[in-house]
């Protein structure tokens, strides 16, 4: 069964810096692996989507990279915000039901 | 635009009473999904549905029943079975086969009272 962990659990950084969150599974016969945000309160903002052939994905100061044969996957995010303050969550898609497995998230806090 | 709209946003249910959570897409998604969050707990899947007139149990499927008549349609009824309703209802979509991500509603609050 695909087990999928976030690390850290939570972070807060001060304006500026950049992050990188982390996202590791535990079996890399995957379809793709995705990246959302979630803002309190809210559903699940799609942020990029990698697909199994894939290294990576850019949208804006996001980039998301994928390691499949060390089953893990990198969120980078660039000069960060306070707008960037969320929980960033990551699903893999594996197995014929291409259900997917998420992660408990990374909670983020960029502070002014 | 094309998205998932749920609804209501806030749902009051009393003790006893089944209660029903509206999910509806207009993006010609075959799977649909509904999923609970609660607090430290992540994202637990509820029940899928893969095509119409079709829908497997996910992992806390009890005390729950969906229905899918339609394509752009998948409510999720919460009845008096479930002894702890209280928690966050998300529906998603997506399309069929592999390459296709997945697209979320916002969300509806269930709240016992």
């Known amino acids: 069964k695909q087990e999928v962990t976030q690390i850290p659990a939570a972070l807060s950084v001060p304006e500026g810096e950049n992050l990188v969150l982390n996202c590791s599974f535990t079996?890399?016969?995957?379809?793709?692996l995705q990246w959302f945000r979630q803002d309190p309160g809210k559903g699940l903002t799609s942020l990029l989507l990698?697909?199994?052939?894939?290294r990576e994905q850019t949208s804006g100061r996001l980039n998301a990279s994928l390691d499949k044969s060390s089953g893990r996957s990198t969120l980078y995010i660039a000069a960060s915000q306070p707008g960037d303050s969320a929980t960033y969550l990551c699903?893999?898609?594996?197995?014929?039901?291409?259900?997917?497995?998420f992660g408990r998230g990374t909670s983020l806090i960029v502070h002014p | 635009d094309g998205g998932i709209t749920q609804s209501p946003k806030y749902l009051f249910r009393k003790e006893g009473q089944n209660v029903t959570l509206s999910c509806e897409q207009n993006?010609?998604?075959?799977?649909m999904y509904w999923y609970r969050q609660d607090p430290g707990q992540g994202l637990r899947l509820i029940y899928y549905?893969?095509?119409?007139?079709?829908?497997q149990k996910g992992d806390i499927a009890e005390g729950y029943s969906v229905s899918r008549e339609k394509k752009e349609s998948f409510p999720l009824t919460v009845t008096s079975a479930q002894k702890n309703p209280t928690a966050f209802y998300l529906c998603?979509?997506?399309?069929?086969?592999?390459?296709?991500?997945?697209?979320f509603g916002s969300g509806t609050r269930l709240t016992v009272v």
């Open positions: 998603a979509s997506r399309g069929q086969g592999g390459p296709y991500g997945y697209t």
């Open positions: 079996d890399s016969a995957i379809y793709n």
């Open positions: 990698i697909q199994s052939s894939q």
């Open positions: 699903a893999v898609t594996s197995g014929g039901s291409y259900i997917p497995t």
């Open positions: 993006l010609n998604h075959d799977a």
């Open positions: 549905s893969q095509i119409v007139n079709d829908f």
